[in-house]
């Protein structure tokens, strides 16, 4: 069997406006990779861009990564993974490049997946029938206040869900806060008003569930030590990406202020051996790989595995479509150390509107891995031309 061509698939959906601590999210977009074989057989992953125009991982999948592996055997993942790192070292250990690698490696998973007649968990291990899952959620949005926030937490509970992540760190007026420098400050509001918005997720959740809060990296240091009291009143269990993941003093500093508080982190780092450094430095207590963007599922497994030699347990990013999902679920079931992986529950067309069968839960909102050879979802080829820009 040989890989006969590279394709991406550019997808993009007008969302209902949202944001968090450093962006305003209007559209939601996907850059999937197909690789395609001489049997017929094909694999789909996704590379996560975090907002990139779509087209400039087009372009670097199909001219930078796919003449790499074109005529080779999709089953040598590994060696692949390894040819695409080591060919752009130069300007591509990190960054898009990596992300593009990452989707490519998914899709060569799925096609060993059904090469097999098995899921990529089981190839890999698979450790559960069911991985645990926390509502990620809470974002700002246009007309969204307080009593907005409480009923969207008391949905989450209604649904099943024992723990639940909300956005903070939209603060203008606090100093070396990133959003002064986005490309807007809309929907921002007071430090106190954050504070306010843990209490009330924590005061409809109760003594139960663990609540988190992600400030998307947008504060310096100083800010975060100093919130962290207010943060353990307030109720909140884990913070998620305070500051920028490069700045591992602070994290340190973080590590030893926040006491009870567990830093999550980070989801936009990649590779395993930056995220083994960060494992060294005790700069988290939970791991927070992500798979379109951090090395696929190759790398992520490496990186899982370590965090496990760290006695550090492991929560997935996923913020993408049902490509991202499958392939998170897949992983996250083979890892032994997974502790909950993240459950979008904004209104995502991505996720939802282009699978043919929704994703499966139980009543604790548990997920069930998807049962189809390799990543385990059929998708809805028709919905995908509907808004497939490429």
Same mark, same amino acid.
Not at 341 to 366: V, W
């Given at each position: ?34 690789? !395609? ?8 992953? !996704? ?66 997946? +059904? ?49 639940? +992540?909300? +956005? ?62 207010? =943060? ?7 913070? !998620?990406?305070?500051?920028? =993941? ?64 760290? #006695? ?8 993408? #479509? ?11 079931? #083979? ?7 993240? #459950? !979008? ?46």
């Amino acid at each position: 069997m040989k890989i006969t061509a590279v394709k991406t698939i550019g997808m993009r959906w007008e969302c209902p406006v949202m944001s968090d601590a450093m962006s305003i999210c209007r559209a939601r977009q996907a850059l999937w990779i197909r690789v !395609e074989t001489d049997c017929e057989i094909y694999g789909i992953g !996704e590379a996560f861009c975090y907002g990139s125009p779509l087209v400039i991982g087009k372009y670097i999948v199909e001219e930078q990564l796919a003449p790499a592996i074109i005529g080779e055997d999709p089953t040598e993942i590994e060696r692949l993974w390894q040819k695409m790192y080591w060919r752009n070292v130069p300007n591509g250990r990190t960054g898009l490049v990596m992300g593009c690698i990452s989707g490519i490696d998914i899709a060569l998973w799925d096609i060993l997946g +059904k090469i097999a007649n098995m899921l990529i968990s089981k190839l890999l291990g698979a450790h559960s029938d069911r991985v645990p899952a926390y509502a990620s959620g809470g974002f700002y949005a246009p007309g969204k206040d307080l009593d907005g926030l409480k009923r969207e937490i008391e949905g989450y509970k209604k649904q099943g869900y024992q723990d639940i +992540k909300i +956005k903070i760190g939209r603060n203008p007026e606090l100093s070396g806060n990133a959003v002064n420098y986005t490309a807007s400050t809309e929907f921002s509001v007071s430090y106190k008003e954050d504070i306010r918005r843990i209490e009330a997720a924590r005061a409809v959740m109760g003594k139960e569930g663990r609540l988190a809060a992600d400030i998307n990296a947008a504060w310096p240091a100083e800010a975060v030590l100093a919130a962290a009291e207010d =943060f353990r009143k307030a109720g909140l269990n884990w913070l !998620e990406e305070p500051i920028l =993941f490069e700045d591992e003093e602070g994290l340190k500093q973080l590590r030893d202020e926040l006491l009870e508080i567990s830093l999550m982190g980070y989801e936009t780092t990649q590779g395993c051996k930056n995220f083994v450094r960060l494992m060294k430095e005790n700069a988290m207590d939970i791991v927070q790989p992500d798979i379109g963007w951090g090395g696929g599922i190759s790398e992520l497994r490496k990186i899982g595995l370590a965090a496990q030699g760290f #006695s550090k347990p492991v929560s997935l990013h996923s913020f993408g #479509s049902c490509v991202h999902f499958a392939a998170s679920l897949q992983l996250a079931d #083979s890892l032994p150390n997974t502790e909950a992986i993240e #459950s !979008e529950e904004n209104r995502n067309l991505l996720k939802t509107g282009i699978i043919k069968t929704p994703f499966e839960h139980d009543e604790r909102m548990n997920f069930y891995v998807p049962q189809l050879p390799g990543l385990g979802i059929e998708i809805d080829w028709d919905e995908v031309e509907k808004i497939r820009v490429f």
